[in-house]
C-alpha cells in the first residue's frame, strides 16, 4: 500500500521562528489534507490541497501532486501551535485517508 | 452548524465485554468514517458509509467488529469480546461525500482493563 513519510520527526522552536515540514507519499492521491492534533487529542483541518498553494494566516501549504510531496509553512510560530502535525492522503480508488507518520512541535516562549 | 460528536468521551471496559461507540456527523454529511488511533500513532482507518451501505470495511481487524449506519446518519461502532489491544482512541469523521474534506470529531478513548 501506499506509503506516507513526514519529516522531521520531532522540531523543537522558539516563539517567533518559522518552520517547514515535510510529507512525501508513494503513490499519486486524489486528496491531502494537513491535520494539527492539539494536546487534547482534537485533529484540526488545515488545509485540503491536492495540489497548488494556500494560505491561512501564518499557515500556508504547497502541495507538488506530479513529484508526491506537500509542504507545510508555518510563521512566526506561537506557543498555542504545539502539537503533532499529520498529512494524510487518499490513494486513488478508495476514499479512506492514509496518514502520515506525524510531525511533533514544540514552540517554547 | 455543530461539528462531528462522539459518546462517550470516555469509556473503561473489562475484557470479555461487549461496547458500543456513537458518532453523530455534521448534518447533511452523506460520507461516515471510522479510524483508530493508538498511542504515538496516526490515525489508521477501519471502515466508511456512503449512506447507509458500507463501502469499504477493509480495515476492520477481525469480525469482533461490526458499524451500521441505518438511517445514514448516526453509526454506531460495535466490538464484541473487548480485549486489551482494543484500547485506543476511536475517531469518527464525516464530508459532503466521497472526495470531499473530512472533518473530525473529539474522539472515543475506549480502556480495556
Do not use: M
Request: proline share 5%; net charge neutral; glycine share 10%.
Amino acid at each position: 500500500g501506499i506509503q506516507v513519510e513526514q519529516s522531521p520527526p520531532d522540531l523543537i522552536l522558539q516563539e517567533g521562528a518559522n518552520s517547514t515540514l515535510r510529507c512525501n507519499f508513494s503513490d499519486s492521491v486524489n486528496n491531502l489534507q494537513w491535520f494539527h492534533q492539539n494536546p487534547w487529542g482534537q485533529l484540526i483541518n488545515l488545509f485540503y490541497i491536492p495540489s497548488g498553494t494556500k494560505q491561512n494566516g501564518r499557515l500556508s501549504a504547497t502541495t507538488v501532486a506530479t513529484e508526491r510531496y506537500s509542504l507545510l509553512y508555518i510563521s512566526s510560530s506561537q506557543t498555542t501551535d504545539s502539537g503533532v502535525y499529520f498529512c494524510a492522503v487518499t490513494p486513488h480508488n478508495t476514499d479512506k485517508l492514509i496518514f502520515g507518520t506525524g510531525t511533533r512541535l514544540q514552540v517554547f516562549p | 452548524g455543530a461539528g462531528v460528536s462522539q459518546t462517550p468521551s470516555n469509556k473503561v471496559t473489562e475484557k470479555g465485554k461487549y461496547v458500543e461507540l456513537r458518532c453523530d456527523p455534521i448534518s447533511g454529511h452523506t460520507a461516515l468514517y471510522w479510524y483508530r488511533q493508538s498511542l504515538g500513532q496516526g490515525p489508521e482507518f477501519l471502515i466508511y458509509f456512503q449512506g447507509t451501505g458500507a463501502a469499504d470495511d477493509s480495515g476492520l481487524p477481525n469480525d469482533r467488529f461490526f458499524a451500521v449506519r441505518p438511517e445514514g446518519s448516526v453509526s454506531t461502532l460495535k466490538i464484541q469480546r473487548t480485549e486489551r489491544g482494543d484500547s485506543a482512541v476511536y475517531l469518527c469523521a464525516s464530508s459532503q461525500g466521497l472526495r470531499h474534506e473530512q472533518f473530525f470529531g473529539p474522539g472515543t478513548r475506549l480502556t480495556v482493563l
